[in-house]
C-alpha cells in the first residue's frame, strides 16, 4: 500500500545538536514527498518538499534529500534551536489521487 | 501572503448535534481538502473536492459527513449528528491546480464532542 513510516518520539535535544528524523515511504510509483511542521497551538505549516529522485529540499536550515533507492526523505538540521520545538509530519502524495499520506509525526524538544 | 482561514478555532457541542466547520480557501485555488488528527494520532484525510464534487473520500466520510462550497469563497464540512470520537482537529487545505501538488492548511478547528 501507500504509506509513511517516521521515526517514533518524542525527541529531546539541546540547543545547537544535530536532528535527524528519518522517514521512510511505499508508494506505487514516484510520490511526492513533504515535510509538515506544526508548532504549538498552530497548525501545519509547508516546511519542505522534493518532487523527484535526488531533489533536495530546503528550508530554514533543514534539509531532506528523496531518496528513492532507500525509500526514504529523512530530514536533518545541523543546529536547532528552541524555536525549532514542533512536531514534525512527513507525507506523501501521489498524482493519481493528490490526498497527502501523513507519517505518525515526531515531536521535538530543544532545551536551551 | 495568501493564507487559508479556518472557522471557529474551537468548538464543543453535544453528542448528537450537528456542527459546520467553515474554512476560506486561498482565492484562486481550485482543490480544496478536509483532514483530521485526532489527539496525539496521525493527520488523516478525509474528503477532497473539485469542480463542485466530491474527488474523493476515505472510509471515516460516512454519510454523517458532507462538504459543500455554497459561495465562491467558502467550504464547509457538516457533521449531521456528532458522535464522541468525532472530537478531533479538522484542517482544512487548498491547491492551486492540477499540477501544483502542494497543499497549503488552514490553522485547523478543534472540535471537541461532549
Known amino acids: 500500500g501507500n504509506s509513511v513510516t517516521q521515526m517514533e518520539g518524542p525527541v529531546t535535544l539541546s540547543e545547537e545538536a544535530f536532528l535527524t528524523i528519518n522517514c521512510t515511504y511505499t508508494a506505487t510509483g514516484y510520490p511526492s514527498l513533504f515535510w509538515y511542521v506544526q508548532y504549538p497551538g498552530e497548525g501545519l505549516q509547508l516546511l519542505l518538499k522534493a518532487t523527484k529522485a535526488d531533489d533536495k529540499g530546503s528550508n530554514k536550515g533543514f534539509e531532506a534529500t528523496y531518496r528513492k533507492e532507500t525509500t526514504s526523505f529523512h530530514l536533518e538540521k545541523g543546529s536547532v534551536q528552541v524555536s525549532d520545538s514542533a512536531v514534525y509530519f512527513c507525507a506523501r502524495i501521489t498524482f493519481n489521487d493528490y490526498k497527502l499520506s501523513f507519517g505518525a509525526g515526531t515531536t521535538v524538544t530543544v532545551r536551551a | 501572503e495568501p493564507e487559508v482561514t479556518q472557522t471557529p478555532s474551537h468548538q464543543v457541542t453535544q453528542m448528537g448535534q450537528e456542527v459546520i466547520l467553515r474554512c476560506v480557501p486561498i482565492?484562486?485555488?481550485?482543490?480544496f481538502y478536509w483532514y483530521r488528527q485526532i489527539l496525539g494520532q496521525k493527520v488523516e484525510f478525509l474528503v477532497s473536492f473539485y469542480n463542485n464534487e466530491i474527488s474523493e473520500k476515505s472510509e471515516i466520510f460516512d454519510d454523517q459527513f458532507s462538504v459543500e462550497r455554497p459561495d465562491g469563497s467558502n467550504f464547509t464540512l457538516k457533521i449531521r449528528s456528532t458522535k464522541l470520537e468525532d472530537s478531533a482537529m479538522y484542517f482544512c487545505?487548498?491547491?492551486?491546480?492540477?499540477?501544483?501538488?502542494?497543499?497549503?492548511f488552514g490553522p485547523g478547528t478543534r472540535l471537541l464532542v461532549l
Open positions: 482565492s484562486n485555488h481550485l482543490y
Open positions: 487545505a487548498s491547491r492551486a491546480g492540477e499540477r501544483q501538488e502542494t497543499q497549503y
